[in-house]
């Protein structure tokens, strides 16, 4: 079915368009290169371009920045810092009060690796990026914290010192009598989950075009989705009132699975450079800066406890849960874990749950909304442990979920933390999907395979998938009384605009900031059911402009809003248009208005549909004929909708939450093999199935699906923001950030085995981008859990990881030999340790001069190109290193303490360029040997920034080889500068020799 | 990801190259396919002041199937060779291996004396040089030289290429009669640099294998073919704790070694039985 079936011109109703498979009518631009993003759009002359300067290290206070050989650079016209936005600025609020201090730049402290330090303006962004590297900032290295249960811990290093703790918010939220519950269950399990870092990567990554006006206000176009809440926030950290700062976005967006939220930090530190440039700026985010620093889903800590009977029958859970935020806490961060809250149950009828929420603060990427917001991260807990409780019964696990499952007939169901479900039938949807996905089958290939002595496994997973948020989530920050003083949140308000001109031409603008979704393709189906046209009538246009549009606090792309939200307020303004031009035709037809019906481009009497009028006759008369239109009608034919819920109630004094509008199932299973040899996963079957209510269209509906699971098989296999515990940054480009691609996708079976529609919203829709984020990595997760028959599973299932779940040791060497190099090293990514020795052809006493001599000592370093001491055995050098090709020049400080002369000493430095900074010790030890003296070093480096971000395969052994270079240079230097030996003294020779200075 | 200022030129003739390069030395690097350097550079993690763009040099685009070599001149694609109709029988270990390099769309690009001169631990092409013993051709103003590739292959992004030479050609054994071939490849997708790449060759009563994304350069043992299957497990260990390997992101230093000592075996074996 598509676009042919509409060129029906009869003045009849047909098929409505909200159901169909229609063709996406944004595909025709885009499949011919001629979409409007950000970066083709024309710029103002004399638009200067951003580059950022990022922190490499994960916690440092700022000593010092020197930008003048950056200004001084050509083309470059501003080097602005983070003390000139602090200048300029309010910090940016979050939704509670908090001593934390954000600005979207460091002021005096860093504290993530890529975190924004400087911004230079240039003319283009080369010669931005050219004069980044001329900018001279000195850096005191902190300790970092990575683990966020030792963040909360009492001697965790405190990321804001004014906020005394990285805890930044705990609250404790009890619904029902859960200790009760528990003191009184027959049965209790407990376990501790943990989910990682990730995000999903746009094709096109932040833009913002900033400017500052003469009137003292902003302009700005940028492909920020949402929520406009953030606008506020950006207004009043600019300091100026809403109206003065104008926020555009342009027709397309190159996706953000809830990315984009994040940028709003960047726009204002990019109004402040456009004011001190005097030029507008604009930035276009690349790759690198998007991967370390742009947004991240929080990783989360979950310990889930659960109060159950023999039957399996589950009376409470206890889930206390380590919320990690990264560096700073940014609004609406932390949504998702509120968002989530009402829904912490599941599609259970658990009647008792406490919550327990840390927010907390690491030495990370700060976070932002990601497809699923919070979802995965409690889901992940709650289906491990239904699982987990089958297993300790001896049960199938769809058995359990089954035995606790929300009964049928019980909607709309009011869970315990608040949500109201408002539809659905959860045991049909299993069912059902049992039944067409052929999980018999699937079990006994299960069977077989374990004959045969392979390992195989099934997971089940079910969710609710929420849609459409409340806006009074976020005050789940606060305590009741807090709340109550600083007046309640609840709601959500959509808008948008029908236009019909005089010629009967329809338009539609909304607020719902789509990034590749096919906002309108469904909005136009909508609209053309009402009005009785070709979907090709009806112009949709979703650019949005702060200044002219309607818009409201809840307005952009995110938890699924589209289809109960944005589709619902267009459909109340087209059933407003189309009760007007009823009313307009109703004189004409000589039929009352209610007897009016619109099909075919035309306005006829139902029971007559020869008795009929064109469409843009009766709009024209709208425009032409005010004063011949009906009493007390307004003229033209405009309808401008705000509208809101009033299902989205406020948070009640005990905390319980309508978290969402809307609630959707998902049902899932899966069967996987692993293969023993090597810990790779294969996903033989996998089946999803979902009821989302109405589908509006179940193309939009399908790609959504398949989407939300090759993004799921990508967190559940592959993708991971990576952290060494010194807080560097490991997973810089796509090389090591692992995106799952079209070779890595299973077939996905899909099932909507049923649709029960939404009873508060317009169209019956609930959303349905998000619900394989939600159960696809557990549902995999319970597969590997019952192939391997362990229960501690954690995501990405990389084989490494795996394969040591199967085979725990690793066999020694068979001779000892093989184990017995000079020199050893083990890296635990970023941080490396080794040792080795070198034997020099002089005594101790004379390697230790050289070791605090001046002279030597720079002729021994590799690349040193300046060395000179600024005290006692502490030496500032100049040096150029690297590896094979890939050299730079950094700038050391070295210096030797714990002196043992001439036996002992150990060497401390930092490195710090372009390309990273390291910082390192070394344990020296002299040994007086037959040949001379032997050297012997370990030594601990710490490798963060450009380096490790990009290139964290190689360096363990580039600093392996590093190292080994320096000793050996350091060797060959001091043999050179040795007196002469005596003649038929050979022994130096034979040393020379062995160390490489003769061949 | 833009990067630092640079001088291009794109060569006309082998002797133009030659002198930019004794010209500029170390500061000058060579760009045939790009597929490596381009990124390397936008990263900015190398600052040559001169690129030596030698990829219209037709001369250098071949590939020469003499007596017991497959000679592949300097600008000859990973996708030319792939297509190339006697790689299977003259080639069948790098057959084997290339699907493996990247993605088709870099193969378009990417070249096999670029790649060897890339010298990134991981590579197969460097691997698959060092497994059957392969040798590179040099040239400069000065001189021309042969290297096999263990002279060749230095270490982690480092060859004994000296920064006024050109790789104008690599020169891998043909197949010979009697001899299997065998590669395998661990990465986490397709495409990945390898977390373990192997490559056997059985045959005239030996056994040999190559190691990739272990040692900071491929790494080769040879050993007698009627080895005792619980000898050549133990020297697989063995090989596997001298290799060492490193711990990152994606893999651990044991789970690489554990690869050595499990898929060495089963490399070894497909080898063994297409030689038979």
């Not at chain 1, 029908?498 to 031409?505: F, M, Q, V």
């Not at chain 1, 590093?962 to 040393?991: E, H, K, N, V, Y």
Request: hydrophobic share 40%; net charge neutral.
């Amino acid at each position: 079915m598509s676009l042919e079936q509409s060129s029906a011109t009869t003045a009849k109703a047909r098929v409505p368009y909200v159901g169909q498979r229609v063709l996406r009518v944004e595909n025709p631009p885009l499949l011919k290169g001629r979409g409007q993003f950000i970066d083709d759009l024309p710029v103002k002359t004399g638009t200067l371009h951003a580059a950022f300067l990022r922190s490499p290290h994960a916690h440092a206070e700022i000593v010092s920045i020197d930008t003048s050989a950056a200004r001084a650079r050509p083309g470059v016209r501003a080097v602005v810092t983070g003390q000139d936005i602090a200048a300029l600025t309010d910090p940016l609020i979050v939704g509670f009060a908090t001593a934390m201090e954000y600005r979207g730049i460091a002021v005096d402290r860093v504290r993530y690796v890529g975190e924004p330090v400087a911004v230079v303006c240039a003319s283009d962004r080369y010669l931005a990026e050219d004069a980044l590297d001329d900018i001279r900032v000195e850096y005191r290295p902190l300790p970092a914290i990575v683990d966020p249960v030792a963040a909360a811990g009492p001697n965790a290093p405190v990321l804001h010192p004014g906020v005394g703790s990285n805890v930044l918010s705990y609250r404790e939220f009890r619904h029902g009598d859960t200790a009760k519950a528990f003191a009184e269950a027959k049965r209790q399990h407990e376990i501790t989950i943990s989910y990682p870092r990730n995000s999903i990567t746009p094709m096109e990554g932040y833009a913002v075009i900033a400017e500052h006006l003469a009137t003292g206000g902003y302009d700005v176009y940028s492909n920020f989705q949402g929520p406009f809440s953030l606008h506020p926030v950006m207004a009043r950290a600019l300091r100026v009132p809403g109206s003065q700062l104008r926020h555009r976005s342009p027709a397309n967006s190159g996706g953000s699975f809830g990315s984009k939220l994040a940028l709003f930090p960047y726009i204002v530190v990019l109004c402040i450079a456009a004011r001190i440039a005097g030029r507008p700026v604009k930035w276009i985010e690349d790759r690198l800066e998007h991967l370390a620093a742009a947004s991240s889903a929080p990783n989360r800590v979950t310990r889930i406890a659960a109060a159950y009977d023999d039957a399996g029958v589950v009376g409470a859970l206890r889930l206390t849960h380590w919320d990690d935020h990264g560096a700073y806490l940014r609004a609406p961060m932390p949504a998702p874990i509120y968002r989530m809250h009402g829904l912490s149950t599941n599609a259970y009828g658990i009647k008792n749950v406490d919550v327990f929420t840390h927010i907390l603060v690491t030495n990370k990427c700060p976070t932002g909304a990601v497809r699923g917001f919070g979802g995965p991260q409690l889901y992940f807990a709650v289906e491990r442990m239904m699982h987990a409780i089958a297993v300790e019964l001896g049960l199938d696990p769809l058995e359990i979920i089954h035995r606790n499952l929300i009964p049928e007939g019980s909607f709309p169901y009011r869970t315990p933390a608040g949500a109201l479900i408002d539809s659905g039938d959860y045991q049909r949807v299993i069912a059902e999907t049992v039944r067409e996905g052929k999980l018999d089958e699937l079990k006994a290939t299960r069977e077989r395979a374990r004959r045969e002595g392979r390992l195989y496994g099934i997971g089940y997973a079910v969710a609710v998938e929420p849609s459409q948020s409340n806006m009074g989530y976020i005050s789940m920050l606060k305590t009741g009384i807090e709340r109550e003083r600083a007046g309640q949140k609840d709601g959500a308000v959509a808008c948008a605009t029908i236009n019909i001109d005089p010629l009967g031409a329809i338009s539609v603008v909304g607020d719902s900031v789509p990034q590749g979704q096919g906002h309108q393709t469904a909005l136009a189906q909508i609209v053309a059911d009402q009005l009785g046209v070709r979907i090709e009538d009806v112009v949709v246009n979703l650019e949005t402009d702060t200044q002219k549009d309607g818009w409201s606090i809840a307005a952009g792309n995110y938890s699924c809003r589209f289809a109960p939200a944005a589709a619902s307020a267009v459909h109340i303004a087209a059933v407003r248009l189309r009760e007007k031009l009823a009313r307009i035709a109703a004189s004409s037809l000589n039929v009352p208005a209610d007897r009016v019906d619109f099909g075919g481009g035309k306005v006829f009497a139902r029971d007559n549909p020869a008795n009929a009028q064109s469409l843009h006759r009766v709009a024209g008369q709208a425009h032409w004929s005010p004063a011949g239109l009906p009493d007390g009608m307004a003229p033209g034919l405009r309808e401008s909708v705000t509208w809101s819920a009033p299902e989205l109630t406020a948070t009640t004094a005990n905390d319980e939450i309508n978290t969402s509008l809307a609630y959707g199932f998902g049902f899932d299973f899966c069967g996987v093999e692993i293969d023993r040899e090597t810990g790779e996963i294969r996903i033989d079957k996998y089946v999803t199935s979902h009821d989302c209510g109405t589908i509006l269209n179940p193309g939009l509906a399908d790609g959504q699906i398949h989407g939300s699971f090759a993004a799921a098989i990508g967190a559940s296999l592959y993708e991971e923001f990576a952290y060494a515990d010194d807080g560097s940054f490991l997973s810089g480009t796509f090389a090591d950030y692992l995106v799952a691609t079209a070779p890595e996708m299973p077939k996905l079976n899909v099932l909507h085995p049923v649709q029960s529609p939404s009873p508060f919203t317009r169209l019956g829709a609930k959303g349905i981008a998000e619900g394989n984020q939600y159960s696809t990595p557990v549902c995999l997760a319970n597969a590997v859990a019952d192939a391997l028959g362990r229960s501690d599973i954690t995501i990405p299932l990389k084989p490494a990881r795996v394969l040591e779940w199967i085979t725990p040791d690793e066999p020694a060497a068979a001779r000892a030999t093989a184990r017995s190099e000079t020199q050893t090293a083990q890296g635990a990514a970023s941080m490396l340790n080794g040792k080795g020795s070198v034997v020099v052809p002089a005594s101790p006493e004379e390697v230790w001069a050289g070791l605090l001599d001046e002279t030597r000592l720079k002729a021994a370093l590799p690349g040193c190109r300046e060395l000179k001491r600024v005290g006692e055995n502490a030496f500032k050098a100049v040096v150029f290193l690297g590896v094979g090709p890939v050299r730079g020049q950094f700038a050391a400080d070295v210096f030797l303490c714990d002196l043992d002369e001439p036996r002992s000493a150990v060497l401390k430095g930092n490195l710090s360029g372009a390309l990273g900074a390291t910082s390192g010790t070394g344990h020296l030890s002299l040994t007086p040997v037959k040949e001379g003296c032997r050297l012997d070093y370990n030594y601990d480096v710490h490798v963060s920034g450009r380096v490790a971000m990009i290139a964290g395969r190689m360096l363990d052994g580039a600093a392996r080889h590093l190292i080994g270079a320096f000793f050996r240079d350091f060797a060959r230097t001091l043999a050179r500068t040795l007196p002469q030996q005596a003649p038929g003294f050979s022994w130096s020779d034979r040393l020379r020799r062995l160390i490489g200075m003769k061949r | 990801m833009k990067p630092p200022p640079f001088d291009y030129a794109r060569c006309d003739s082998m002797d133009e190259a030659l002198s930019l390069l004794a010209e500029h030395g170390e500061e000058a690097r060579v760009i045939a396919g790009g597929q490596s350097l381009m990124a390397m550079l936008n990263m900015r993690l190398l600052r040559p002041s001169v690129l030596v763009d030698i990829a219209e040099l037709d001369e250098l685009n071949y590939i020469n199937d003499s007596s017991g070599w497959v000679e592949i001149g300097a600008t000859t694609t990973q996708a030319v060779l792939e297509s190339w109709p006697g790689l299977n029988s003259r080639l069948p270990l790098v057959a084997a291996a290339i699907p493996h390099i990247g993605h088709f769309q870099t193969r378009n690009r990417g070249t096999i004396c670029g790649s060897l001169c890339h010298a990134d631990p991981s590579s197969e092409l460097p691997l698959c040089l060092a497994a059957l013993g392969g040798e590179v051709v040099l040239r400069s103003r000065r001189r021309k030289r042969v290297l096999n590739a263990k002279e060749f292959q230095v270490g982690m992004l480092t060859t004994a290429k000296q920064d006024d030479e050109i790789m104008v050609a690599a020169r891998y054994p043909a197949a010979q009669r009697g001899f299997g071939y065998a590669f395998r490849e661990l990465s986490r997708r397709h495409g990945d640099f390898a977390i373990v790449a192997l490559a056997g060759v059985a045959g005239g009563g030996k056994i040999r294998l190559g190691v990739g994304g272990l040692a900071e350069a491929p790494m080769v043992r040879e050993w007698d073919d009627h080895l005792k299957d619980e000898d050549l497990a133990d020297a697989l260990n063995d090989f596997a704790w001298e290799l060492r390997g490193s711990d990152d992101i994606h893999a651990t230093a044991r789970y690489r070694r554990e690869m050595v000592r499990r898929l060495g075996k089963k490399v070894i074996d497909e080898a063994r039985r297409c030689a038979s």
